[in-house]
């Protein structure tokens, strides 16, 4: 059971690239967030899903695109990379959208 | 729209106090979800424990402790007897009632808490 699951673990891409983040999960949970952490910040919820075929977006959703083919998986596409989307990503899965919510290791993006 | 407030960014104790960080937060439901999370130094989040709104009983697990007091807005975390292992940045965190398709569900975060204990 390896829980939730991120690639890569770092990225440095240049202003205007596209990369997708993959997320993944083996618990078979129905909801999955995608979160950014910035210094003092705190974490932001990007986007979000309840299940498959279904999403929505979060606070800062600016930028990024999400989609939900599969229960396991929840990948976050930035599709013009900018300076500010330089940040740590984090994916995280649970039962429901008020049960505990399990984090993958992370994905550390810069962008110059 | 809730909100969570970590007022304390730093906290710097010696090794074997007892130290308490504060959660104030701020909802319109009634319904509702309190979480921790500790981050160490290596970057993952792991959680610590969840309590919802119907419940203000206190916890204690090991050296942890949670007071959950809704008349204050306040789910306050104590580690008793701090180790140096429990450096890291805490943070406390919200999540409302089920998911509305409104946007913004989700578990909203404090800016955290940095810990650090020194030997």
């Known amino acids: 059971n390896a829980g939730v699951t991120q690639t890569p673990k770092f990225q440095v891409l240049k202003t205007g690239q596209s990369m997708t983040l993959q997320c993944a999960q083996d618990?078979?949970?129905?909801?999955m967030s995608w979160y950014r952490q910035d210094p003092g910040m705190g974490l932001r919820l990007i986007h979000y899903?309840?299940?498959?075929?279904?999403?929505d977006q979060g606070e800062v959703p600016n930028g990024y695109n999400v989609s939900r083919s599969t229960t396991e998986d929840f990948p976050l596409r930035l599709l013009s990379a900018a300076p500010s989307q330089t940040s740590v990503y984090f994916c995280?899965?649970?039962?429901?959208?008020?049960?505990?919510?399990?984090f993958g290791p992370g994905t550390r993006l810069t962008v110059l | 729209a809730q909100k969570v407030t970590q007022a304390q960014t730093e906290i710097s104790v010696v090794e074997k106090e007892d130290v308490t960080l504060d959660c104030v937060y701020e909802?319109?439901?009634?319904?509702?979800?309190l979480f921790w999370y500790k981050q160490p130094p290596s970057g993952e989040l792991v959680f610590l424990i969840r309590?919802?709104?119907?419940?203000?009983q206190n916890e204690i697990s090991g050296r942890y402790s949670w007071n959950f007091q809704k008349s204050t807005s306040s789910f306050n975390f104590t580690i008793t007897a701090s180790q140096v292992v429990d450096s890291a940045v805490y943070f406390c965190?919200?999540?409302?009632?089920?998911?509305?398709?409104?946007?913004?569900?989700?578990?909203?975060f404090g800016k955290g808490t940095h810990l650090i204990i020194q030997p």
């Open positions: 965190a919200l999540s409302e009632a089920k998911y509305s398709g409104g946007g913004a569900d989700g578990l909203t």
């Open positions: 995280a899965s649970s039962w429901g959208d008020t049960d505990t919510q399990y």
């Open positions: 909802t319109r439901d009634t319904t509702y979800y």
């Open positions: 618990m078979n949970h129905e909801y």
């Open positions: 309590r919802n709104s119907f419940d203000e």
């Open positions: 899903s309840v299940g498959a075929g279904i999403t």
